[in-house]
């Protein structure tokens, strides 16, 4: 993890504006300003709004989280823009990926190592087939809330709030008031989550000399073990070669910069993790210049993205992006119009600052085909340079019969297949993947080379919202991208 010293943050009012709009008779729509603030969102209509009953419990929980310490440094954002304005030019892969939805129990060690170690052999798996660096961003330290089609479900007969995270209620049902207070505890566990990440990469984890350390913990498929194994000897070769002709960099080898992202729902909670800060030396930046060398940093995170449901043109969410120094990503569906997405990219992105925005697609393997080629195109005559990014995962779910929501992995693997080709057919670049997925050997999606059928997933089904793809099927899908740069498995560019 790349490190750096933290400014003091500038005083707002963060906390008592949030707090003014977010009560139990909804938010109060000011008038429309051009001029951007940290708090200007709230003068913009709101999807997926939270609504708290306690005025004084939201001013007090906010105003705690005003005082609290930066969780990310704006050093650290600058040099994960910059990793990113590589992958733009398809000169890096980006791998993000973690929890659908973050729980507060997650934040233990066996959890959080368990996707560490993952998200390093994946992206050993990425960097031997594509010859590229690899880009990691987890899906951690802060990933709790989700959007959900509906503010409430039934449960057991019962109408209640639906569970909308663990930094908003509770999934036990009488938990599903909107708790402020929870707004603290996930600044607490995600900045726990992140200090036990930066501690076991500093304390060698990420090791290219010893990759055999990491494990391959669930795995039983003799095919992935063996392909596994045949890479890290190739690399362990290597290294014996570099440290005998005195060429072994040790300190480049012995860990990586693995950056936190989450979904910038909860505008509020954003909104007081926002920092006036100093500008790292050689900053790159889309926005304006400052007379005093600040820029406005979410440092809840490094990376956030908007939503398909929260990216209305004229919506709080994107108000609130546009301001942001950090990196951003914009998910999009099959919904999005080609000149819509163009406008989207001109509000947050005006001075098309290359790879500040990572579009991640979610359309589902059987719209993928239809819809690509068309964004594609459009962005390319808008003249913006992007991210691209391939999100198999929200496009390909379903429920079965009993209700249980599962993905089938021939279809998460469709789809990733279809975006490497488009891309390619398009003189484009798929510069990466964004997967929910665990390093535990769950049985939430149906299929891959175990052979997991439907009446598999009451095995080891722990998600409290989306499936994930296990650690096997996770690595599948690593060989899969591996495989096309490489020409292989028939799946050639």
Known sequence: MAEGSVSSPEPNLAGQVAAEVKLANGPVYKESQHRWSPSSWTT?????????????????????????????????????KKSLHDVALGKAFLLQGGDCAELFDYCEENAITSKIKLLLQMSLVLIWGSNKPVVRIARMAGQFAK????????????????????NINGFDPSERTPDPSRLVSAYFHSAATLNYIRAQLASGIAD???????????????????????????????????RTVGADTAGKLETVDLYTSHEGLLLEYEQSLTRRLKHPTE??????????GKGWYNTSAHFLWIGDR???????????FRGLENPVGIKVGPSMKDSELVQLLDVVNPSKEIGKVTLITRYGADKIEALLGAHIEAVKRSGHVVVWQCDPMHGNTLSTLSGIKTRHFTSILSEVSSALKIHAAHSSYLGGVHLELTGDAVTECIGGSEGLTEGDLSLNYTSYCDPRLNEKQSLELAFLVAGFYRGEDGVAP
């Not at 350390?213 to 070769?237: E, F, M, N, P």
């Open 310 to 320: 929260t990216r209305q043109l004229d919506g709080a969410h994107v108000e609130y």
């Open 44 to 80: 913009k209509p709101i999807k997926q709004d939270v609504i708290y009953h306690d005025r004084e419990a939201v001013t007090n929980a906010l105003a705690k989280l005003e005082r609290l310490p930066s969780i990310v440094t704006p050093t650290e954002i600058v040099k994960l």
């Open 283 to 292: 900053t790159l930046s889309s926005l304006p210049a400052s007379e005093d």
């Open 208 to 242: 290219l000399h010893s990759p055999l350390d990491w494990g391959l913990g669930h795995v039983q498929s003799q095919t992935i073990k063996a392909k596994y194994q045949r890479i890290v000897k190739s690399i362990t070769d290597s290294l014996r070669f570099m």
């Open 147 to 166: 959007p959900r089609s509906s503010p409430t479900e039934t449960v057991n007969g019962v109408e209640m709030p639906s569970f909308r995270g663990d």
